[in-house]
């Protein structure tokens, strides 16, 4: 299996970021000026350079003011999870592509869609603006908590007849077990007591409930 981190190399990545954000040459991103002057590389990332502003004295580096900053993962990594999100991976997708654990994926693509997102210029309408319609309860606007509780609905209620049938099985077995109890139940049922009669016990047990049994 071909790992994709070996196929991009961070010293050609920082390369392109810089060709891509400076195709002029480097400049300031907190003052514009291009007088600056090289501090040497990160320590941690060493194909990552560090750069000083003559102008306004501040500190800078080439992923500096980008959604690449502030991230401790090497920039080869960064590359390819935004290509990935790109094609609409899920997260543990690209954990798995990028051989990564999945909190530490899930951290980083929260950090880039968050660095997208806040960069986005404003959108401007102009024209005819068209937009669908929405449905909000009248009665549940500024109250989210009220939504919630509906939603998560009403707690089960029990089965309705179901403490009936438990109590028919229950004095269906005890009138099976108490011959006598089943004697004095068929004489209030207008019967003669009568001798043991099984296929009179089995109907109880199957049926659940003691109905009135006749003999033709």
């Known amino acids: 299996m071909i790992n994709l981190q070996n196929l991009l190399d961070d010293a050609k990545c920082y390369e ?47 992923l500096t003011g980008t959604v690449l900053a502030g991230h401790h993962q090497p920039l080869r990594v960064l590359i390819l999870c935004l290509y990935f999100m790109g094609l609409n991976l899920s997260n543990a997708q690209i954990a798995r592509e990028l051989e990564s654990n999945p909190d530490d994926v899930r951290r980083m693509t929260e950090q880039l869609r ?15 603006v068209e937009c669908d319609e929405v449905y909000v309860v009248a009665g549940h606007k500024g109250h989210p908590e009220t939504v919630k509780k509906r939603a998560a609905g009403p707690a089960t209620a029990p089965e309705r007849g179901a403490g009936a049938r438990h109590a028919g099985r229950q004095k269906a077995t005890s009138l099976r077990h108490d011959p006598a109890r089943r004697s004095r139940h068929r004489a209030d049922a207008g019967q003669c007591p009568t001798s043991h009669d099984p296929s009179a016990d089995r109907a109880v047990h199957r049926a659940g409930n003691p109905g009135v049994y006749r003999r033709v």
């Open 16 to 62: 392109t970021v810089r060709q891509l954000r400076w195709p002029d040459g480097v400049r300031c991103p907190h003052c514009g000026v291009a007088a600056i002057t090289k501090q040497g590389r990160d320590t941690t990332q060493p194909a990552r350079q560090k750069y000083r502003c003559k102008r306004c004295q501040r500190y800078f580096d080439d």
């Open 114 to 128: 968050a660095g997208i997102v806040a960069r986005q210029p404003e959108p401007i309408l102009m024209g005819e």
